[in-house]
């Protein structure tokens, strides 16, 4: 119950074309859901994130879908650009307590020229 | 940049040893998180400090231990290194009340 599933494992992507990574959630406390950037030899950095309440939030190229009744989220990048290629990694939390995060197995995007 | 820094960024040790691993949290953060990131998954969590205490751990062994100083400032140590211990190990800093964690860029432990 405390897994969040990722898919797909790897996506090749054109440029100028859109990314879509999707995840999957089972535990209903879940509350937060942040979507992490990671390049290679570097620490996730938060890209954006979304709270239950909202179906969609929207920052510059990147959109989270939020599916309350079927847990489940998912990235949109917009226009991706080379400077994409990255592993990208949705996570869960639930806002009291420690608010660790459970993440998925991660997805590596590659936006070819 | 994140402004949390962990040292040392590479490290190589051998099994049966111990090792610890330092991070300074991002300025006005009062909450650590440790992170194990092996390769090709995501990061699995190992515990969180605040005010000095440890407030959450995950399914880790009690040979992976941490401190939390008064300037906020952690340090994750681990006894009797085992090879699966080889991993990237995430620092994550946070104010206790808020769900934003902001990453280091790691410690790269191998263990040979």
């Known amino acids: 119950q405390q897994q969040v599933k990722q898919s797909p494992q790897s996506l090749i992507v054109q440029k100028g074309g859109i990314s879509i990574i999707n995840c999957a959630y089972e535990?209903?406390?879940?509350?937060?859901f942040p979507w992490y950037q990671q390049f290679p030899g570097k620490g996730p950095a938060l890209l954006i994130a979304?709270?239950?309440?909202?179906s969609e939030k929207k920052e510059g190229r990147f959109t989270i879908s939020f599916n309350k009744s079927a847990k489940q989220f998912s990235l949109h990048i917009m226009d991706s650009q080379p400077g994409d290629s990255a592993t990208y990694f949705c996570a869960a939390s639930i806002a009291s307590g420690t608010y660790k995060y459970i993440f998925g197995t991660g997805t590596r995007l590659k936006v070819l020229a | 940049e994140t402004g949390v820094t962990q040292s040392p960024t590479h490290l190589i040790k051998t099994r049966g040893q111990q090792v610890t691993l330092r991070c300074s949290s991002q300025s006005g953060h009062n909450t650590v998180s440790w992170y194990q990131q092996a390769l090709g998954q995501g990061p699995q969590f190992i515990f969180q400090?605040?005010?000095?205490?440890?407030?959450g751990r995950g399914n880790f062994p009690p040979r992976f231990s941490g401190l939390q100083f008064p300037n906020y400032s952690s340090e994750l140590n681990v006894n009797a290194l085992e090879l699966d211990d080889s991993a990237l190990y995430l620092c994550?800093?946070?104010?206790?009340?808020?769900?934003?964690?902001?990453f280091g860029q790691g410690t790269r432990l191998t263990v040979v």
């Open positions: 535990n209903t406390a879940f509350d937060y």
């Open positions: 400090y605040y005010r000095e205490e440890e407030n």
């Open positions: 994550a800093s946070s104010v206790q009340g808020r769900t934003e964690a902001f």
């Open positions: 979304i709270r239950p309440d909202v």
